[in-house]
């Protein structure tokens, strides 16, 4: 079965430069949610989108932005790099609110680096 | 407000021993979900198991069983006669948006299971 996807896998960057993250849900997948996770931390949830529109945002630096497109992909654009941006950031996708299988599913996840 | 607590950070066995992982939430909704996924050593987040709050069977699958009570707001995760392969973290999570599943996962911190051979 198709998974969610992410790309790219690993990134490094240096600081103050900018980052874009990819995701590209299930098939018929239309929300897509953003976690960031510090080393030995749990994930923490950044904003989600329903539809192609924001559907909930939490803790997000204003430095980070993040759009879903009319194919469902998002993207996650984040400036200004700091060293503690350097996580594991996932995403993950469910059906929407019209099905009863509504798990979070999640994609394998972006290691970024900042140096 | 909305929280997990996963009270055990580290946990150690033998193999073939049984291992339960506790989790305990918190929540003034009335509809909730929750889930456990795993993460080993790999990375990825791995979907185990996902209860709504009216449902308060207990489930096995294979070496794997939940036991949910919401009298005490816990939803334990029992590995029977563990592996190797079980290695990883576990983490449970909480899920309260929307009047469904919709909401963002809060989760716990997470508990390190290390099973020796």
């Known amino acids: 079965a198709a998974g969610v996807i992410q790309s790219p896998r690993h990134l490094i960057k240096e600081k103050r430069e900018t980052a874009t993250l990819k995701c590209y849900p299930i098939?018929?997948?239309?929300?897509v949610y953003w976690y960031q996770q510090g080393p030995g931390q749990d994930p923490q949830f950044l904003i989600s989108?329903?539809?192609?529109?924001?559907?909930d945002k939490g803790s997000i630096p204003d430095r980070f932005s993040a759009q879903q497109f009319s194919d469902y992909h998002s993207e996650l654009n984040m400036s200004s790099l700091e060293l503690g941006d350097s996580a594991l950031y996932f995403c993950?996708?469910?059906?929407?609110?019209?099905?009863?299988?509504?798990?979070?599913?999640f994609g394998p996840g972006t290691r970024l680096t900042v140096l | 407000a909305q929280k997990v607590t996963q009270a055990q950070t580290e946990i150690s066995v033998v193999e073939k021993e049984d291992v339960t992982l506790d989790c305990v939430y918190e929540?003034?909704?009335?509809?909730?979900?929750l889930f456990w996924y795993k993460q080993p050593p790999s990375g990825e987040l791995v979907f185990l198991i996902r209860?709504?709050?009216?449902?308060?069977q207990n489930e096995i699958s294979g070496r794997y069983s939940w036991n949910f009570q919401k009298s005490t707001s816990s939803f334990n995760f029992t590995i029977t006669a563990s592996q190797v392969v079980d290695s990883a973290v576990y983490f449970c999570?909480?899920?309260?948006?929307?009047?469904?599943?919709?909401?963002?996962?809060?989760f716990g911190k997470g508990t390190k299971l290390s099973v020796k051979p």
């Open positions: 993950a996708s469910t059906p929407g609110r019209e099905s009863s299988e509504d798990t979070q599913y």
């Open positions: 209860r709504n709050s009216f449902d308060e």
């Open positions: 098939p018929r997948h239309d929300t």
């Open positions: 989108f329903y539809e192609k529109m924001q559907s």
């Open positions: 999570a909480l899920s309260c948006g929307y009047g469904g599943s919709q909401g963002n996962l809060i």
């Open positions: 929540t003034r909704d009335t509809t909730y979900y």
